[in-house]
């Protein structure tokens, strides 16, 4: 179960709005004697989220707290890959963005996008503490301060 949700969460958005729902629904199993949850189950979780943590807690012998704090901890065990980048990207860029980093640093990672029209172009990365800088404004400055020296 854990495998099919952490493949859903692309981006730090997706990982902090999950785990405010996952939050709710532990503050749930207190509530009225924990006869609220299934309530805030169908009515406080994303729509693809609600199948899979149903079809988790119908198990014979599932402990829903457990279950969701061992799911909590798992979410924000992932790694952070921080991408800035000069244009902000569609869903459809984050998701090709998102697949190319899985397949090189692994399934457990969410992006952290920032947006800085100053790089013109290109990319800044940052994963596990190492910068990388691809923009076109770094190869410009390379440029131009080789030009100015001569």
């Given at each position: 179960?854990?495998?099919?949700?952490?493949?859903?969460?692309?981006?730090?958005?997706?990982?902090?709005?999950?785990?405010?729902?996952?939050?709710?629904?532990?503050a749930?199993?207190?509530?009225?004697k924990?006869?609220?949850?299934?309530?805030?189950l169908?009515?406080?979780?994303?729509a693809?989220l609600?199948?899979?943590?149903?079809?988790?807690?119908?198990?014979?012998?599932?402990?829903?707290?457990?279950?969701?704090?061992?799911?909590?901890?798992?979410?924000?065990?992932?790694?952070?890959?921080?991408?800035?980048?000069?244009?902000?990207?569609?869903e459809?860029?984050?998701?090709?963005?998102g697949?190319?980093?899985?397949?090189?640093?692994?399934?457990?990672?969410?992006?952290?996008?920032?947006?800085?029209?100053?790089?013109?172009?290109g990319?800044?990365?940052?994963?596990?503490?190492e910068?990388?800088?691809?923009?076109?404004?770094?190869?410009?400055?390379?440029?131009?301060?080789?030009t100015?020296?001569?």
């Amino acid at each position: 179960m854990f495998e099919q949700i952490i493949s859903r969460i692309k981006i730090v958005d997706d990982q902090e709005k999950i785990l405010e729902e996952i939050d709710v629904l532990l503050a749930s199993l207190y509530q009225d004697k924990g006869l609220g949850f299934e309530s805030t189950l169908k009515t406080s979780v994303r729509a693809w989220l609600y199948p899979l943590l149903r079809e988790e807690f119908s198990k014979e012998g599932a402990d829903k707290q457990n279950l969701l704090l061992n799911l909590k901890q798992k979410i924000e065990g992932l790694s952070k890959v921080y991408l800035t980048l000069a244009f902000e990207p569609s869903e459809d860029a984050l998701n090709r963005f998102g697949s190319v980093i899985r397949a090189s640093v692994g399934e457990d990672v969410v992006i952290n996008v920032t947006y800085d029209p100053h790089l013109i172009g290109g990319v800044q990365i940052i994963y596990n503490g190492e910068f990388r800088d691809f923009s076109f404004k770094r190869i410009f400055e390379k440029e131009f301060e080789t030009t100015r020296e001569q």
